[in-house]
């Protein structure tokens, strides 16, 4: 098992370093924190709203990705603006990537309802330690040392909320940015851009019981499409239990709890289903979210606690 394991992260490492290298995390709980994905979530819920998310990423293999995220957003100027940023710290292996990205979004109300335009901008800075790698050939000048590469980047987004539904369309990440550096075949490696298309709606079953579908569309460049479908039941607006299913991927088990009107949990767990299974004990993910109604800003929204 530790050949098979040994082997496996060598062939991961060699599509990360060669061909796909910096591409942005996958979480599982993205319907409580949707500024991950789309910039016009920025105030959305005329609250401030500060979220820390951890993610343990197929437990079990060595060098296998762990991200931290650390994000808040508000509105300003009579809820008609939204700031926001998101800093992130995504570590495989040898490599651990660092991302800070700062958001605004302008909201337009409708009767009932209010539509969103957001922008993004900010940088992710990748650091290689090779020095880390045991290999065979210790003069082989590629995978010597430790490098960095500094890549900028903006996206944009569009968000359409009301009290029980939501829409969105985001490409986070614009640029396709290439690594950088003097050797041929890490040059060639690039952070291909996503499409995000998420939205989700309330169904209010009886007075103690809601039903939440939802679900998240992602295309990326030079990769299969992808589609979450979640399924959500909250209790007195105190508990919420889901499913999740990512195609091909992964099945998802994930609760969340309301513990007072400023404060709720929720945490995650993926059963891999794909080949990967046999080599992992899948995923964890635990995420943390305060709110707190901002002074002289009167709410609009009914259900912050549903996205």
Known sequence: MKTKKLLLLIFLLGIIISTQAQQRPVYSQYMFNALAINPAFAGSQDQFSATALYRNQWVNLPGSPET??????????????????????????????LGLY?????????????????????FNNLKSDYDKLVIKDINDPYLRGVRQTFSPNFGAGVFYSTSSTYIGVSIPYLINSKISSTEEFISQAKSRRYYFINAGHVYKLTSDFKFKPSTLIRFQEKAPLGVDINLQLIYKDMISIGNSYRSGDADILNIEFQLNENLRIGYAYEVVLSNLGGFNQGSHEIMINYRINIPGLQRSVECPSYF
């Open 68 to 97: 931290y995220t650390l994000s808040a957003n508000t509105a300003f100027a009579a809820k008609k603006v939204g700031l926001g940023f998101v800093l992130t710290n995504d570590k495989i292996a040898i490599h651990d990537d």
């Open 102 to 122: 700062l958001s605004y979004a302008y909201r337009i109300k409708f009767r009932g309802g209010a539509l969103a335009f957001g922008l993004q901008a900010g």
